[in-house]
């Protein structure tokens, strides 16, 4: 049975940090492009940042970069997202995703991706 865990959300003021995992089981990470995701109330779901399969190309939305930073550890199962200097409009919750075929065309597209997590919440308090 595939499954992803995200964990390491939580509420933190506006200017903090946090660092979300995914670990997987069932599945071998190395395998597949993972990316985050994040959904706030009323929105629709958004990219935030994706990894390739090898670790080798990185992907971030416009609205994160340089404050967010995605890394795998592909030995671990598991793929980090550092999240640094955290604004109110973070507020959502975040949910990793595994995309088998891990095409840069469509990493940032949700519609790509195969396996889901069950989402972490993140409150970024003003």
């Known amino acids: 049975q595939v499954q992803l865990v995200e964990s390491g959300g939580g509420l933190v003021q506006a200017g903090g940090s946090l660092r979300l995992s995914c670990a997987a089981s069932g599945l071998p990470l190395s395998r597949f492009a993972m990316g985050w995701f994040r959904q706030a109330p009323g929105k629709d779901r958004e990219f935030v940042s994706a990894v390739t399969w090898s670790g080798g190309r990185i992907y971030y939305a416009d609205s994160v970069k340089g404050r967010f930073t995605i890394s795998r550890d592909n030995a671990k199962n598991t793929v980090y997202l550092q999240m640094n200097s955290l604004k109110p409009e973070d507020t959502a919750v975040y949910y990793c995703?595994?995309?088998?075929?891990?095409?840069?065309?469509?990493?940032?597209?949700?519609?790509?991706?195969?396996?889901w997590g069950q989402g972490t919440q993140v409150t970024v308090s003003s």
């Open positions: 995703a595994a995309d088998a075929s891990s095409r840069d065309s469509t990493i940032r597209d949700d519609r790509s991706y195969d396996y």
